[in-house]
């Protein structure tokens, strides 16, 4: 599983989302969903922006690049 999909997982987990509920969130089916978050289905750049926006977290966070999770204004 990649860094990106452990860190999104941790953040779904935290608001206790269902894969339904990302999948509606991301505009995909509950499978589609499932796929991503277990590494089997890679993430998009349209994903990691809305789920960056959701979280409010940066991109840089979901992508591994940095352990700050709060957006720099």
């Keep these: 599983m990649s860094e990106s999909s452990r860190r999104i997982r941790a953040l779904v987990e935290s608001e206790q989302l269902t ?18 978050m277990v590494g089997r289905i890679g993430w998009t750049t349209n994903d990691l922006m809305i789920l960056a926006d959701h979280f409010h977290v940066s ?4 992508l591994g690049r940095t352990d700050r999770e709060e957006v720099r204004a």
């Design 59 to 62: 991109t840089d966070y979901l």
């Design 19 to 36: 894969c339904s509920e990302v999948g509606t969130l991301l505009g995909l089916s509950k499978a589609s969903a499932s796929g991503k």
